[in-house]
């Protein structure tokens, strides 16, 4: 269990009990899980392509693996996801003991990144059943959280669940990862700035708890993944370790805390309101980091705005401390020609407005709609957004 002595005053808490970030990390797969037996993995077609044969592999060699289900292309985090899984926890041809209950698997290990992931998290916690993930993508930051963002009753929803116990990210499997993939995640950690700033915001002028030393914490870790993401071309393991490890100090700061305010704030929201529009009308929805990249220099925009017309200086300094992460923002997605993937005005608006009241979290769509400013300012930052790209 990893634990964190905050100068906040907390003892934080988070049930991961370890990681590895490093190269042939994936050999290593019997040593972490050597208190099982009963291995049941969870993968789609293109992971297991990735990573899931060969864990299969291990696993069987080391007489630790149960059974497999390799899910649909591109599934979602929703009801046919998740009751694929539970219902797949045990041989479906199996004798049944009509006596008794169905046996299970001791251990679920996911193999993927955010819907495998996610969705995984979601049956081992509802089922008390430790499941770990191998992961095949540096593509988001949730690896570790304590949360499931989950497509439930018409929109989206992160619920509480648990951490892994257990995270194996294979360098050597990680870089060969789609290339917008690798700017996803970057794009996801972007969206520290404004969360991070939100998360401030929300402190001050809403009373909302913060914890300095986790904010902070994951501040450094977004400017080692901007850093880093420079060098994603060249698909170095070394930097691609560098940008996991900052994926791993926000899951974390979002499991110390118990929900996902080190995470995200209303750049989350509004990509989750996008890929709820995807969603109803039936179309595949946006990799999730490159929609929070773009609502991302949306919501800078906003704060640029507040910034040059609030005459509270208070509110003034507090957003000055983040311009210049804005600058580093826009200057890598100019220069890494990273792709904007909401580019409909119309739809861009609409998912601004829709995002306001999806979550009962404070951030600057919350002090905009008190001012009597939202949709000004949201019009206004769209059309900024849409001139630069």
């Known amino acids: 269990m990893f634990k964190l002595e905050c100068d906040c005053g907390r003892v934080h808490q988070a049930s991961l009990e370890d990681y590895i970030i490093e190269s042939g990390a994936i050999q290593k797969l019997p040593q972490m899980l050597k208190n099982y037996r009963a291995v049941y993995m969870v993968c789609d077609p293109d992971t297991y392509q990735a990573l899931g044969q060969k864990a299969e592999q291990i696993l069987k060699e080391n007489r630790m693996f149960s059974h497999k289900l390799i899910l649909k292309k591109n599934p979602l985090p929703d009801y046919e996801t998740l009751g694929n899984i539970v219902t797949h926890l045990y041989d479906l041809d199996a004798e049944a003991d009509p006596s008794g209950f169905s046996p299970l ?3 679920i290990l996911a193999v993927g990144s955010g819907t495998v992931n996610d969705s995984c998290r979601l049956a081992s916690y509802r089922l008390g059943i430790p499941y770990g993930v191998a992961a095949t993508a540096p593509s988001m930051d949730g690896y570790a959280s304590a949360g499931t963002p989950f497509l439930c009753d018409g929109t989206k929803r992160t619920i509480k669940c ?3 116990k257990y995270i194996i990210a294979d360098t050597d499997i990680l870089k060969d990862a789609p290339w917008d993939m690798l700017l996803a995640g970057i794009g996801d950690m972007f969206g520290k700035y404004t969360g991070i700033l939100d998360w401030e915001l929300a402190r001050d002028y809403n009373g909302d708890y913060y914890c300095k030393q986790i904010a902070d914490q994951v501040i450094d870790a977004t ?4 850093n ?10 070394g930097c691609i370790a560098n940008v ?3 994926f791993m100090v926000t899951g974390l700061g979002m499991a110390y805390t118990g929900n996902s305010r080190p995470a995200s704030g209303a750049e989350h929201i509004i990509a989750h309101a996008w890929e709820l529009h995807d969603v109803a009308n039936h179309k595949k929805p946006n990799l999730h980091g490159l929609e929070v990249c773009q609502a991302t220099r949306i919501v800078i925009e906003m ?3 507040l910034y040059q017309e609030t005459d509270d200086s208070h509110l003034k300094e507090l957003i000055g401390k983040y311009l210049p992460y804005f600058d580093g923002v826009e200057e890598f997605c100019q220069k890494m020609k990273v792709p904007s993937v909401v580019l409909n005005r119309e739809e861009i608006l609409d998912g601004i407005y829709r995002a306001l009241p999806m979550r009962d979290r404070y951030t600057i769509m919350f002090y905009l709609r008190d001012k009597g400013w939202f949709e000004r300012y949201a ?9 630069s790209v």
């Open 379 to 387: 019009e206004t930052a769209t059309d900024r957004f849409l001139e």
């Open 228 to 237: 880093n993401g420079y060098f994603l071309e060249k698909r170095d393991p």
């Open 223 to 226: 400017n080692l993944c901007l």
């Open 162 to 164: 648990t951490t892994p």
């Open 303 to 305: 704060y640029r705005m």
């Open 244 to 246: 996991m490890e900052g």
């Open 105 to 107: 698997p001791d251990f």
